[in-house]
Protein backbone atom coordinates (compact mmCIF):
# COMPACT_ATOMS: atom_id res chain seq x y z
CA UNK A 1 0.00 0.00 0.00
CA UNK A 2 2.55 2.18 1.05
CA UNK A 3 4.86 1.59 -1.65
CA UNK A 4 2.11 2.01 -4.15
CA UNK A 5 1.45 5.29 -3.32
CA UNK A 6 4.87 6.04 -3.20
CA UNK A 7 5.31 5.07 -6.77
CA UNK A 8 2.11 6.48 -7.96
CA UNK A 9 2.70 10.18 -6.61
CA UNK A 10 6.48 9.82 -8.03
CA UNK A 11 4.78 9.10 -10.99
CA UNK A 12 2.48 12.57 -10.95
CA UNK A 13 5.12 14.02 -9.96
CA UNK A 14 6.54 13.08 -13.05
CA UNK A 15 3.60 13.48 -15.31
CA UNK A 16 3.25 17.62 -14.05
CA UNK A 17 6.47 18.42 -14.17
CA UNK A 18 6.59 18.75 -18.57
CA UNK A 19 3.50 20.12 -18.22
CA UNK A 20 3.77 23.24 -16.28
CA UNK A 21 0.07 23.93 -15.29
CA UNK A 22 -0.99 26.97 -14.00
CA UNK A 23 -4.01 25.68 -12.79
CA UNK A 24 -2.09 22.66 -10.97
CA UNK A 25 1.37 23.56 -10.74
CA UNK A 26 4.00 20.70 -10.74
CA UNK A 27 4.88 22.14 -6.88
CA UNK A 28 1.55 19.87 -6.18
CA UNK A 29 2.93 16.41 -7.37
CA UNK A 30 6.52 17.24 -5.56
CA UNK A 31 4.46 17.81 -2.09
CA UNK A 32 2.39 14.78 -2.57
CA UNK A 33 5.91 12.30 -3.41
CA UNK A 34 7.64 13.77 -0.62
CA UNK A 35 4.29 12.94 1.82
CA UNK A 36 4.96 9.45 0.38
CA UNK A 37 8.42 9.13 1.08
CA UNK A 38 7.65 9.89 4.70
CA UNK A 39 5.12 7.38 4.76
CA UNK A 40 6.86 5.12 2.71
CA UNK A 41 10.37 5.34 4.15
CA UNK A 42 12.31 4.49 7.14
CA UNK A 43 14.32 6.60 9.40
CA UNK A 44 18.03 6.06 8.46
CA UNK A 45 19.66 9.57 7.89
CA UNK A 46 22.84 9.33 5.83
CA UNK A 47 24.35 13.13 7.77
CA UNK A 48 26.56 14.51 5.09
CA UNK A 49 24.33 15.19 2.39
CA UNK A 50 21.49 15.82 4.72
CA UNK A 51 23.53 18.65 6.17
CA UNK A 52 25.23 19.76 2.97
CA UNK A 53 21.48 20.43 1.36
CA UNK A 54 20.63 22.20 5.05
CA UNK A 55 23.44 24.23 4.85
CA UNK A 56 22.20 25.33 1.34
CA UNK A 57 19.44 26.41 2.46
CA UNK A 58 20.50 28.17 6.01
CA UNK A 59 22.92 29.97 3.92
CA UNK A 60 19.49 31.28 1.92
CA UNK A 61 17.92 32.25 4.89
CA UNK A 62 21.30 33.96 6.40
CA UNK A 63 22.35 36.05 3.25
CA UNK A 64 18.76 37.78 3.45
CA UNK A 65 19.83 39.60 6.58
CA UNK A 66 22.34 42.32 4.90
CA UNK A 67 20.47 42.04 1.98
CA UNK A 68 19.09 45.36 0.04
CA UNK A 69 15.75 44.25 -0.58
CA UNK A 70 14.69 41.58 2.08
CA UNK A 71 11.28 40.62 0.50
CA UNK A 72 12.97 39.37 -2.41
CA UNK A 73 15.21 37.56 -0.66
CA UNK A 74 12.60 36.03 1.09
CA UNK A 75 11.23 35.35 -1.62
CA UNK A 76 13.91 33.43 -3.20
CA UNK A 77 14.25 31.67 -0.44
CA UNK A 78 10.42 30.72 -0.48
CA UNK A 79 11.98 29.94 -4.78
CA UNK A 80 14.66 27.58 -3.60
CA UNK A 81 12.79 25.36 -0.79
CA UNK A 82 11.61 22.38 -2.80
CA UNK A 83 15.03 21.84 -4.01
CA UNK A 84 16.78 22.31 -0.34
CA UNK A 85 14.17 20.61 1.43
CA UNK A 86 14.16 17.73 -0.77
CA UNK A 87 18.01 17.05 -0.56
CA UNK A 88 17.20 17.45 3.19
CA UNK A 89 14.48 15.04 3.58
CA UNK A 90 15.32 12.36 0.75
CA UNK A 91 18.49 11.81 3.06
CA UNK A 92 16.72 11.09 6.75
CA UNK A 93 15.08 8.41 4.68
CA UNK A 94 15.96 4.39 3.76
CA UNK A 95 13.33 3.80 1.02
CA UNK A 96 13.36 -0.05 -0.25
CA UNK A 97 13.70 -0.57 -3.63
CA UNK A 98 14.12 2.69 -4.34
CA UNK A 99 16.42 2.41 -7.46
CA UNK A 100 14.30 0.40 -9.15
CA UNK A 101 11.17 2.62 -8.29
CA UNK A 102 13.58 5.55 -9.07
CA UNK A 103 14.46 4.11 -12.45
CA UNK A 104 10.27 3.37 -13.22
CA UNK A 105 9.40 7.30 -11.77
CA UNK A 106 12.56 8.45 -14.33
CA UNK A 107 10.95 6.82 -17.17
CA UNK A 108 7.31 7.91 -16.88
CA UNK A 109 9.22 11.79 -16.71
CA UNK A 110 11.40 10.76 -20.08
CA UNK A 111 7.97 9.56 -21.53
CA UNK A 112 5.77 12.51 -20.65
CA UNK A 113 7.92 14.51 -21.91
CA UNK A 114 8.39 13.21 -25.19
CA UNK A 115 4.25 13.50 -24.85
CA UNK A 116 4.18 16.51 -24.28
CA UNK A 117 6.98 17.94 -26.96
CA UNK A 118 4.35 15.72 -29.93
CA UNK A 119 1.05 17.62 -28.95
CA UNK A 120 2.53 21.08 -28.79
CA UNK A 121 4.61 20.01 -32.05
CA UNK A 122 1.34 18.56 -33.42
CA UNK A 123 -0.51 21.51 -31.88
CA UNK A 124 1.89 24.20 -34.10
CA UNK A 125 1.30 22.42 -37.27
CA UNK A 126 -2.68 22.15 -36.62
CA UNK A 127 -3.14 25.92 -36.45
CA UNK A 128 -0.23 27.32 -38.26
CA UNK A 129 0.79 25.14 -41.10
CA UNK A 130 3.98 24.37 -40.14
CA UNK A 131 6.14 24.87 -37.22
CA UNK A 132 6.16 28.32 -35.33
CA UNK A 133 9.85 28.24 -33.62
CA UNK A 134 8.84 31.38 -31.57
CA UNK A 135 5.46 30.12 -30.02
CA UNK A 136 6.60 26.66 -28.60
CA UNK A 137 5.72 25.50 -25.05
CA UNK A 138 6.13 22.65 -23.84
CA UNK A 139 4.27 23.42 -20.68
CA UNK A 140 2.29 26.70 -19.87
CA UNK A 141 5.03 28.30 -17.89
CA UNK A 142 8.60 26.64 -19.38
CA UNK A 143 9.98 29.10 -21.40
CA UNK A 144 12.36 27.98 -24.13
CA UNK A 145 15.50 27.03 -22.72
CA UNK A 146 13.55 24.63 -19.89
CA UNK A 147 11.70 23.12 -22.16
CA UNK A 148 15.15 22.22 -23.91
CA UNK A 149 16.28 21.04 -20.85
CA UNK A 150 14.07 18.93 -19.99
CA UNK A 151 13.97 17.24 -24.19
CA UNK A 152 17.49 16.91 -23.04
CA UNK A 153 17.05 14.60 -20.04
CA UNK A 154 14.00 12.81 -21.31
CA UNK A 155 16.81 12.12 -24.28
CA UNK A 156 19.11 10.87 -21.96
CA UNK A 157 17.00 8.77 -19.69
CA UNK A 158 15.46 7.21 -22.83
CA UNK A 159 18.51 5.88 -24.24
CA UNK A 160 19.69 4.01 -21.50
CA UNK A 161 16.32 1.49 -21.93
CA UNK A 162 17.59 0.85 -25.64
CA UNK A 163 19.60 -1.61 -24.45
CA UNK A 164 17.16 -3.60 -21.74
CA UNK A 165 14.21 -3.50 -23.34
CA UNK A 166 12.58 -6.21 -26.01
CA UNK A 167 13.27 -5.41 -29.70
CA UNK A 168 10.06 -4.02 -30.08
CA UNK A 169 10.24 -1.76 -27.04
CA UNK A 170 13.69 -1.10 -28.11
CA UNK A 171 12.98 -0.11 -31.64
CA UNK A 172 10.48 2.30 -30.30
CA UNK A 173 12.26 3.88 -27.55
CA UNK A 174 15.15 4.67 -30.31
CA UNK A 175 12.59 6.70 -32.50
CA UNK A 176 11.57 8.46 -29.61
CA UNK A 177 14.82 9.12 -28.78
CA UNK A 178 15.10 10.77 -31.89
CA UNK A 179 12.08 12.22 -32.40
CA UNK A 180 13.29 14.37 -28.93
CA UNK A 181 16.40 14.64 -30.08
CA UNK A 182 14.88 16.54 -33.33
CA UNK A 183 12.53 18.49 -30.60
CA UNK A 184 15.70 19.91 -28.96
CA UNK A 185 16.81 21.23 -32.77
CA UNK A 186 13.30 22.82 -33.21
CA UNK A 187 13.80 24.77 -30.00
CA UNK A 188 17.74 25.54 -30.94
CA UNK A 189 18.53 26.83 -27.52
CA UNK A 190 21.77 27.54 -27.90
CA UNK A 191 23.73 26.23 -24.90
CA UNK A 192 21.85 22.67 -25.61
CA UNK A 193 22.96 22.80 -29.64
CA UNK A 194 26.19 22.89 -28.62
CA UNK A 195 26.10 20.11 -25.49
CA UNK A 196 24.08 17.92 -26.98
CA UNK A 197 26.41 16.95 -29.38
CA UNK A 198 29.13 16.65 -26.43
CA UNK A 199 26.89 14.61 -24.41
CA UNK A 200 26.22 12.27 -27.35
CA UNK A 201 30.01 11.73 -28.09
CA UNK A 202 30.44 11.05 -24.23
CA UNK A 203 28.14 8.73 -24.28
CA UNK A 204 29.03 7.00 -27.18
CA UNK A 205 32.20 6.69 -26.04
CA UNK A 206 31.26 4.96 -23.07
CA UNK A 207 29.53 2.47 -24.70
CA UNK A 208 32.53 2.18 -26.96
CA UNK A 209 34.53 1.44 -24.33
CA UNK A 210 32.02 -0.80 -22.57
CA UNK A 211 30.96 -3.06 -25.53
CA UNK A 212 34.37 -4.38 -27.90
CA UNK A 213 31.57 -6.01 -29.89
CA UNK A 214 29.31 -3.63 -30.86
CA UNK A 215 31.97 -0.97 -31.65
CA UNK A 216 31.30 -1.01 -35.30
CA UNK A 217 27.75 -0.48 -34.95
CA UNK A 218 27.94 2.10 -32.27
CA UNK A 219 30.08 4.36 -34.54
CA UNK A 220 27.65 3.62 -37.69
CA UNK A 221 24.76 4.36 -35.50
CA UNK A 222 26.44 7.31 -33.71
CA UNK A 223 27.65 8.87 -36.62
CA UNK A 224 24.36 8.71 -38.63
CA UNK A 225 22.59 10.41 -35.29
CA UNK A 226 25.02 13.42 -35.18
CA UNK A 227 25.34 13.81 -39.09
CA UNK A 228 22.06 14.05 -39.65
CA UNK A 229 21.19 16.58 -36.44
CA UNK A 230 24.62 18.59 -37.63
CA UNK A 231 22.52 18.77 -41.13
CA UNK A 232 18.89 19.49 -39.40
CA UNK A 233 20.54 22.22 -37.82
CA UNK A 234 22.34 24.17 -40.69
CA UNK A 235 18.69 23.80 -42.94
CA UNK A 236 16.01 24.38 -40.61
CA UNK A 237 15.37 27.95 -40.43
CA UNK A 238 14.65 28.38 -36.75
CA UNK A 239 18.31 26.82 -35.93
CA UNK A 240 20.39 28.15 -38.48
CA UNK A 241 19.33 31.42 -38.36
CA UNK A 242 20.40 30.98 -34.24
CA UNK A 243 23.85 29.78 -35.21
CA UNK A 244 23.95 32.68 -37.52
CA UNK A 245 22.72 34.71 -34.42
CA UNK A 246 26.02 32.98 -32.56
CA UNK A 247 28.50 33.84 -34.89
CA UNK A 248 27.49 37.53 -35.19
CA UNK A 249 27.62 37.93 -31.34
CA UNK A 250 31.09 36.17 -31.22
CA UNK A 251 32.43 38.16 -33.44
CA UNK A 252 30.74 41.76 -31.43
CA UNK A 253 32.46 40.46 -28.30
CA UNK A 254 34.69 43.48 -28.25
CA UNK A 255 32.54 46.07 -30.10
CA UNK A 256 29.51 45.96 -32.70
CA UNK A 257 30.24 44.87 -36.39
CA UNK A 258 28.22 45.72 -39.15
CA UNK A 259 25.33 46.83 -37.11
CA UNK A 260 25.31 43.18 -35.08
CA UNK A 261 25.40 43.49 -30.65
CA UNK A 262 26.94 40.44 -29.30
CA UNK A 263 24.37 39.00 -26.80
CA UNK A 264 23.18 40.40 -23.72
CA UNK A 265 24.73 38.09 -21.75
CA UNK A 266 28.38 39.22 -22.22
CA UNK A 267 27.38 42.97 -20.77
CA UNK A 268 25.50 40.64 -17.78
CA UNK A 269 28.39 38.25 -17.03
CA UNK A 270 30.57 41.20 -17.28
CA UNK A 271 28.66 43.47 -14.93
CA UNK A 272 28.06 40.89 -12.22
CA UNK A 273 31.65 39.98 -12.18
CA UNK A 274 31.89 43.68 -11.23
CA UNK A 275 29.25 43.16 -8.60
CA UNK A 276 31.13 39.98 -7.32
CA UNK A 277 34.63 42.06 -7.08
CA UNK A 278 33.01 44.88 -5.26
CA UNK A 279 31.50 42.37 -1.96
CA UNK A 280 33.34 39.29 -2.58
CA UNK A 281 32.88 37.62 0.58
CA UNK A 282 29.48 38.26 1.54
CA UNK A 283 27.96 39.47 -1.70
CA UNK A 284 25.41 42.15 -1.67
CA UNK A 285 22.31 39.78 -0.35
CA UNK A 286 20.17 37.41 -0.94
CA UNK A 287 17.54 38.82 -3.71
CA UNK A 288 19.34 42.20 -4.16
CA UNK A 289 21.15 40.31 -6.64
CA UNK A 290 18.62 41.93 -9.91
CA UNK A 291 18.48 45.18 -8.26
CA UNK A 292 22.84 45.98 -8.12
CA UNK A 293 22.61 44.30 -11.48
CA UNK A 294 20.10 46.77 -12.90
CA UNK A 295 21.98 49.66 -11.09
CA UNK A 296 24.93 48.59 -13.26
CA UNK A 297 23.10 48.50 -16.71
CA UNK A 298 22.02 52.46 -15.83
CA UNK A 299 25.76 52.79 -17.18
CA UNK A 300 25.91 50.59 -20.35
CA UNK A 301 25.56 52.15 -23.54
CA UNK A 302 25.28 49.27 -26.04
CA UNK A 303 22.44 49.38 -28.29
CA UNK A 304 20.37 46.68 -28.78
CA UNK A 305 17.31 45.78 -31.56
CA UNK A 306 14.13 44.52 -31.36
CA UNK A 307 13.83 44.01 -34.82
CA UNK A 308 14.75 47.42 -36.26
CA UNK A 309 13.31 48.86 -32.81
CA UNK A 310 16.18 49.74 -30.71
CA UNK A 311 16.26 49.34 -26.86
CA UNK A 312 18.99 49.30 -23.64
CA UNK A 313 19.39 46.85 -21.73
CA UNK A 314 18.58 49.03 -18.56
CA UNK A 315 14.86 48.96 -19.78
CA UNK A 316 14.51 45.61 -18.73
CA UNK A 317 14.81 43.50 -15.37
CA UNK A 318 17.50 40.95 -15.51
CA UNK A 319 19.28 38.14 -13.89
CA UNK A 320 22.58 36.77 -13.93
CA UNK A 321 21.78 34.04 -16.84
CA UNK A 322 24.23 31.95 -14.76
CA UNK A 323 23.87 29.76 -11.55
CA UNK A 324 27.29 30.88 -10.72
CA UNK A 325 27.36 33.91 -10.71
CA UNK A 326 24.14 34.55 -9.63
CA UNK A 327 25.33 32.65 -6.45
CA UNK A 328 28.55 34.35 -5.78
CA UNK A 329 27.19 37.68 -5.80
CA UNK A 330 24.08 37.12 -3.97
CA UNK A 331 25.53 34.79 -1.54
CA UNK A 332 29.61 35.56 -1.26
CA UNK A 333 31.97 32.66 -1.54
CA UNK A 334 30.26 30.24 0.42
CA UNK A 335 27.37 30.09 -1.80
CA UNK A 336 29.73 28.98 -4.71
CA UNK A 337 30.76 26.49 -2.32
CA UNK A 338 27.90 24.98 -0.93
CA UNK A 339 26.24 25.26 -4.70
CA UNK A 340 29.80 23.38 -5.97
CA UNK A 341 29.33 20.55 -3.10
CA UNK A 342 25.44 20.25 -4.56
CA UNK A 343 26.84 19.43 -7.98
CA UNK A 344 29.70 17.59 -7.07
CA UNK A 345 26.99 15.30 -4.75
CA UNK A 346 25.25 14.59 -7.92
CA UNK A 347 28.08 13.89 -9.68
CA UNK A 348 29.20 11.72 -7.65
CA UNK A 349 26.00 10.06 -6.41
CA UNK A 350 24.62 9.50 -9.58
CA UNK A 351 24.96 6.87 -12.01
CA UNK A 352 23.70 6.14 -15.62
CA UNK A 353 21.70 8.45 -17.00
CA UNK A 354 21.55 10.56 -13.82
CA UNK A 355 24.96 11.45 -14.27
CA UNK A 356 24.61 12.71 -17.88
CA UNK A 357 21.58 14.78 -16.21
CA UNK A 358 23.72 16.41 -14.07
CA UNK A 359 25.88 17.19 -16.32
CA UNK A 360 23.70 18.68 -18.86
CA UNK A 361 22.13 21.17 -15.68
CA UNK A 362 26.03 21.88 -14.96
CA UNK A 363 25.92 23.21 -19.06
CA UNK A 364 22.49 24.62 -18.77
CA UNK A 365 23.30 26.61 -15.67
CA UNK A 366 26.62 28.42 -18.00
CA UNK A 367 23.60 30.68 -19.89
CA UNK A 368 20.49 30.47 -17.04
CA UNK A 369 20.19 31.15 -13.64
CA UNK A 370 18.20 27.51 -13.11
CA UNK A 371 17.91 28.71 -9.54
CA UNK A 372 15.51 31.94 -10.38
CA UNK A 373 13.02 30.45 -12.22
CA UNK A 374 9.95 27.48 -10.57
CA UNK A 375 10.93 25.47 -14.19
CA UNK A 376 14.41 25.14 -12.48
CA UNK A 377 13.65 24.49 -8.82
CA UNK A 378 10.87 22.25 -9.59
CA UNK A 379 13.06 19.95 -11.94
CA UNK A 380 16.36 19.79 -9.46
CA UNK A 381 14.16 18.99 -6.62
CA UNK A 382 12.93 15.92 -9.13
CA UNK A 383 16.44 14.96 -10.22
CA UNK A 384 17.80 15.31 -6.60
CA UNK A 385 15.28 12.99 -5.53
CA UNK A 386 16.06 10.27 -8.40
CA UNK A 387 20.06 10.88 -7.78
CA UNK A 388 19.41 9.89 -3.94
CA UNK A 389 17.33 7.03 -5.07
CA UNK A 390 19.27 5.48 -7.58
CA UNK A 391 22.60 4.34 -5.72
CA UNK A 392 25.67 3.48 -7.97
CA UNK A 393 25.86 -0.11 -6.44
CA UNK A 394 23.12 -1.21 -8.33
CA UNK A 395 24.22 -4.08 -10.99
CA UNK A 396 21.04 -3.10 -13.12
CA UNK A 397 22.57 -0.40 -14.23
CA UNK A 398 25.32 -1.88 -16.51
CA UNK A 399 26.44 -0.23 -19.48
CA UNK A 400 27.30 -3.31 -21.30
CA UNK A 401 24.87 -4.03 -24.56
CA UNK A 402 25.76 -7.72 -24.30
CA UNK A 403 23.70 -8.62 -21.28
CA UNK A 404 21.01 -7.61 -23.08
CA UNK A 405 21.82 -7.58 -26.90
CA UNK A 406 20.04 -11.11 -27.98
CA UNK A 407 16.66 -9.73 -28.00
CA UNK A 408 18.29 -7.18 -31.17
CA UNK A 409 19.55 -9.95 -32.77
Known sequence: MQQNLFRFTGYGAAILLPLALVWLSPIYGLIAWALAMVAFGR??????????????IDWEIISVLWSGDRNAGW???????????????????????????????????AWSTAAAWTLIFLYSIATMGWVNYNDFALGERLGIHFQSLYLVAAALILE??????????????AVAVLWVLLGIVFLS?????????????ARLVELYLHNPKWRRKLLQFGGAVVVVLGILVLILPGPS?????????????DGMVDGKQTNHRIFLWNYGTEIIAEQPWLGVGNGYGEEALHQKL????????????????HEFRYDFHNIWIQAW???????????????LWGLIQSSGSMKYVWIALLISGMTESLLEKQAGIFFLAFVVALTALSRPVSANLSDKIEEHASPHQ
Open 298 to 313: LTCEATFYNKKTPYYL
Open 75 to 109: ADVMMVLPFGLMGVLIHLLELPNGAQLGRKIAAVF
Open 43 to 56: WKPTLVPALLFAAF
Open 189 to 201: ARIHLIGVPLLIT
Open 160 to 173: RRIWKAPKVVAWLT
Open 329 to 343: AEGGILAVVLLLGVF
Open 241 to 253: RRLEDLKNELRSV
